[in-house]
RNA sequence: GGCGCCGUACCCAAGUGGCUAAGGGAGCAGUCUGCAAAACUGCGAUGCGGCGGUUCGAACCCGCCCGGCGCCUCCA
């Protein structure tokens, strides 16, 4: 299998998972490949800046050479030296000195440059591709936050080395995913893959997937958060409160609007409050608990009475606001067709996935009994529907709605 | 050994000097309902890992300590 092949096939399949995660595709995806050419001019750089210095086949980043090395990640060189754990090269002039460029080995893949056949140390992509498409100076940097150091710490240096200019003016680090509060790795065996949660889960990919964002987002990006069951059905059940709330957005009511105002104005303050949680680095369980507290506003203002015209506005600003973290965009939490016919863990609901039409025809039946007041046979097909985890909830009219 | 992140109610989780410590989940009670579900109403930390200190005032600042996690290495 060629290198190309390993890349494709791990490329395609993380576009799948992203996309069921409701993850947008990025504008420019570039590939360090593809950036030989900038990498060897950054390279040669800072080379000519007295920056970096070459070893037989390799060329190496000066660290003392640059004062400001360590800022980021808050460490100074005579501490990391203190640490290194692991024997230096001898060749480097500096234990923390970095390769820029690696002379290849025979049978290594390798590109020509100015100091022999090699490849690109690690880092410097980063700061060549940078460069190349958002300019020397740029915005926000992110990336998870073990990599402050050194990666973070080492592209600064070699960028704002090159240019005597800032690199990035925020950088944005994430904390991790955990399991059992251990970070996920494969030595301790808890390791999975997000396809595998959108395999195991019982729920069809579009809400699994928006139970996944939803979790994601309940706690801020540079904390840790720990992943479970529990948590992901608490974030199903937090999202069924706005879903729930949509429904009875959507069923026509003749009542007046003796709310409307009152619930205006709550939709200004969950904007304000949205926007300024947002703002706050990037606060989304902040913005969330406003989302919240309009639904609570929302469903009080149903009570006392809302007209059509205020209950499709309220719907419009859950969607324009929740399209900002990506929840809240289906019309419904309907489950039409895509129920995968899985077996969760306990015995008990292994029992086959009813379809939409079996369903129908149950539903039909209750609702033919409870007319006729037979209750006894109308709580059996209730009870029958909830051994598949199907809740029938009845409305005032005399019709019914169900959901998973 | 160095550096960093985290420790807030039963669970998840905001808040980082001053209004009653957000929000969600779970729970309990009530309203509604044939029964449910949903919704609504009410209940829940005199206290924010511990101990000191600074301050008129601290979850929030300082110091020490305890606990969890990560980075400090080749590779990404």
Not at 137 to 165: V, Y
Not at 184 to 208: A, C
């Amino acid at each position: 299998m060629s290198c190309e092949q390993v890349t494709t096939t791990y490329i395609n399949a993380y576009y799948e998972d992203m996309e069921k995660l409701g993850v947008r595709r990025a504008t420019l995806e570039p590939r360090a490949t593809e950036h030989i050419a900038d990498i060897v001019r950054l390279v040669d750089t800072l080379l000519t800046k007295g920056m970096a210095y070459r070893v037989d086949g390799d060329v190496y980043f000066q660290v003392d050479r640059y004062p400001a090395y360590g800022r980021l990640s808050k460490r100074n060189l005579d501490d990391l030296q203190a640490g290194a754990r692991v024997d230096v090269d001898e060749r480097k002039r500096h234990p923390m000195d970095f390769a820029l460029w690696k002379g290849s080995r025979p049978g290594e893949p390798s590109w020509d440059s100015p100091w022999g056949p090699g490849r690109p140390g690690w880092h410097i992509e980063c700061s060549a591709m940078a460069m190349r498409h958002l300019g020397e100076t740029f915005d926000i940097h992110g990336g998870g936050m073990d990599l402050i150091f050194p990666h973070h710490e080492n592209e600064i240096a070699q960028s704002c080395g090159a240019t005597d200019k800032e690199f990035a003016r925020y950088w944005v680090h994430n904390g991790f995913v955990q399991i059992n509060h251990e970070k996920m790795s494969k030595s301790l065996g808890n390791f999975f893959t997000i396809r595998e949660i959108f395999q195991q889960s019982e729920w069809p990919d579009t809400v699994t997937g928006e139970m996944m964002r939803y979790f994601l987002l309940s706690t801020h990006y540079r904390g840790p958060l720990d992943f479970s069951d529990q948590s992901l059905k608490e974030a199903k059940s937090a999202l069924n409160g706005f879903y729930d709330l949509f429904e009875r957005l959507n069923e026509s009511d003749p009542s007046h609007g003796a709310a409307d105002q009152l619930l205006q104005e709550a939709t200004v303050r969950t904007r304000t409050a949205f926007v300024a949680a947002m703002e706050d680095d990037l606060n989304t369980p902040n913005a969330l608990a406003a989302l919240q507290t309009l639904r609570g506003e929302a469903n009080k203002a149903l009570e006392a009475g809302l007209s059509g015209e205020m209950r499709r506005m309220v719907r419009q600003e859950f969607r324009a606001l929740g399209v900002v973290l990506g929840l809240l965009q289906t019309d419904t939490w309907r489950f039409k067709g895509q129920v995968p016919q899985r077996a969760s863990g306990d015995a008990e609901s292994t029992a086959k996935t009813l379809s939409d039409e079996e369903i129908a025809v149950k539903l039909a039946a209750r609702l033919a009994a409870k007319k006729s007041k037979n209750y006894t046979l109308a709580d059996q097909l209730r009870a029958e529907l909830a051994s598949h985890g199907i809740t029938i909830e009845d409305r005032p009219d005399g019709t019914s709605r169900w959901k998973r």
